[in-house]
């Protein structure tokens, strides 16, 4: 059984920095392409960051480059998403995700199979 969590979230001011966690289990994330997905009220499921399987290649969303960096630790078997100068647009409930191939470092929800509960991100101005 594969399980995500996600922890970390929380209320910070404009400005500010949060760490997203995204433990797993029952898959081993650095044979997957994973990332953090993000959805705020009212709007659609959007991709924030991807790490791919190997060599731990990376990519953004226009929006967070420069600010978001995602990272994994392989002996943890837990990915991370690093925020900094976060912004009030940035507040959203974040997931994490496992891809259902690997290799493409998609940014298309659809195509990621497993997903967390997702983690409550709010930041205020």
């Known amino acids: 059984q594969v399980q995500l969590v996600e922890s970390g979230g929380g209320l910070v001011q404009a400005g500010g920095s949060l760490r997203l966690s995204c433990a797993a289990s029952?898959?081993?994330?650095?044979?997957?392409?994973t990332a953090w997905f993000r959805q705020a009220p009212g709007k659609e499921r959007e991709f924030v960051a991807g790490i791919a399987w190997r060599g731990g290649s990376a990519r953004y969303a226009d929006s967070v480059t420069g600010r978001f960096s995602i990272s994994r630790d392989n002996a943890k078997n837990t990915m991370y998403l690093q925020m900094n100068s976060l912004k009030p647009e940035d507040t959203a409930v974040y997931y994490c995700?496992?891809?259902?191939?690997?290799?493409?470092?998609?940014?298309?929800?659809?195509?990621?199979?497993?997903w967390g509960q997702g983690t409550q991100v709010t930041v205020s101005s």
């Open positions: 029952g898959r081993t994330l650095s044979n997957y392409d």
């Open positions: 995700a496992i891809d259902r191939d690997r290799g493409r470092l998609s940014t298309t929800a659809n195509r990621y199979e497993y």
